[in-house]
């Protein structure tokens, strides 16, 4: 679902943020990323760095609810604490990757190509160029 555009105080609109409540239940009914990780309380961790352009937040702001990864309380703390890259290194991970991976199985994937397709009809995709409001270079597409 899109979300009206707030106004910041410059008078300049945020872009909407993208929300999928189902997509993000979805996401805490799997595994923590880290291997070997046991701890079942799971969050709906977003990604933030190293997004494809037109996909970063501001400071203080999410990501779209696409651009998420399982992981455990501590883990997710840990993302947070010493930063995305430190986390990835250490654990050999690729954030990015595991969210378009997330996303292209997930079962509510239907419900943002629908909402971005009806949205963004005339948008350019940032990676490929196609002027259709194309989701297939970020691993989205059915």
């Known amino acids: 679902m899109l979300r009206p555009k707030p106004k910041m105080k410059s008078g300049i609109a945020k872009g909407p ?3 999928f409540p189902g997509h993000l239940a979805w996401i805490r009914k799997h595994a923590c990323i880290v291997s070997g990780c046991g701890r079942r309380d799971i969050q709906a961790c977003h990604v933030r760095a190293g997004l494809p ?7 203080g702001e ?7 990864f399982p992981a455990c309380s501590e883990h ?14 250490r654990y050999g991970v690729n954030l990015v990757e595991i969210a378009k991976e997330c996303a292209r199985l997930s079962p509510h994937r239907f ?9 963004e009809k005339t948008a ?3 990676e490929c160029g196609s002027q259709n409001g194309c989701h297939k270079c970020y691993g989205l597409a059915p």
């Open 124 to 126: 350019t995709c940032a």
């Open 53 to 59: 352009a037109g996909e970063q937040a501001g400071m």
């Open 76 to 89: 997710h703390s840990e993302q947070h604490n010493i930063g995305e890259p430190a986390f990835c290194k």
């Open 62 to 68: 999410k990501p779209a609810d696409w651009w998420t």
């Open 111 to 119: 419900k943002w190509l629908e909402t971005e397709v009806a949205s």
């Open 17 to 19: 943020r993208r929300r």
